[in-house]
T-cell receptor, first 113, second 108 residues
Framework: NAGVMQNPRHLVRRRGQEARLRCSPM?????VYWYRQLPEEGLKFMVY????????ESGMPKERFSAEFPKEGPSILRIQQVVRGDSAAYFC???????????FGNGTRLTVT | GDSVTQMEGPVTLSEEAFLTINCTYT??????LFWYVQYPGEGLQLLLK?????DKGSNKGFEATYRKETTSFHLEKGSVQVSDSAVYFC???????FGAGTRLTVKP
């Protein structure tokens, strides 16, 4: 059973461009979480989604950031008009239900130049 | 909202030393508690968990007991190895918030 797949593994964008980060959850998992990690810092919660629904987006910046988890296909974290401060590792995790443990992908490392 | 507070690092130990990393939580209900480990360049992996008071989670020689009276879930290991060097995160559900992480370095 494949684990949580994130791509790309590394992404370089110039200031002002858009970044699209993809996350395919484990098979059978319908709950997806996104986190951001700055170097030498902890995980900051961004958003929690179930299929076609955003459950908790309290950690998402109000502007430029959006997330979706469509009925078919991966979850997407989209960052518009990126700035240098968006440079970080973005981790996706999935779980089979509300109570289950999270399974993490290996992250996408975004660098904004 | 619910949250966890984790012991600040970094922690440096010699091989075979005893490890304790403190974690306390604040929650309105009865959360499940977790410890995750992150090796360099990787995502987090579940280390152990406990879902109710007095439960003890254990894995790979690590243990943690869910203490409702002290709202704690401290991670312990009796004899650490160099291969245990990593960053350790405490977390709780249902909100799935993580502590700041504690970097452990074990020296031969």
């Amino acid at each position: 059973n494949a684990g949580v797949m994130q791509n790309p593994r590394h992404l370089v964008r110039r200031r002002g461009q858009e970044a699209r980060l993809r996350c395919s959850p484990m098979k059978g998992h319908s709950h997806v979480y996104w986190y951001r990690q700055l170097p030498e810092e902890g995980l900051k919660f961004m958003v929690y989604l179930q299929k076609e629904n955003i459950i908790d987006e309290s950690g998402m910046p109000k502007e430029r950031f959006s997330a979706e988890f469509p009925k078919e296909g991966p979850s997407i974290l989209r960052i518009q008009q990126v700035v240098r401060g968006d440079s970080a590792a973005y981790f996706c995790a999935s779980s089979p239900d509300y109570e289950g443990s999270l399974h993490f992908g290996n992250g996408t490392r975004l660098t904004v130049t | 909202g619910d949250s966890v507070t984790q012991m600040e690092g970094p922690v440096t130990l010699s091989e075979e030393a005893f490890l304790t990393i403190n974690c306390t939580y604040t929650a309105t209900g009865y959360p499940s508690l977790f410890w995750y480990v992150q090796y360099p360049g990787e995502g987090l992996q579940l280390l152990l968990k406990a879902t109710k008071a007095d439960d003890k989670g254990s894995n790979k020689g690590f243990e943690a007991t869910y203490r409702k009276e002290t709202t704690s879930f401290h991670l312990e290991k009796g004899s650490v190895q160099v291969s245990d060097s990593a960053v350790y995160f405490c977390a709780l559900k249902p909100d799935m918030r993580f502590g700041a992480g504690t970097r452990l370095t074990v020296k031969p």
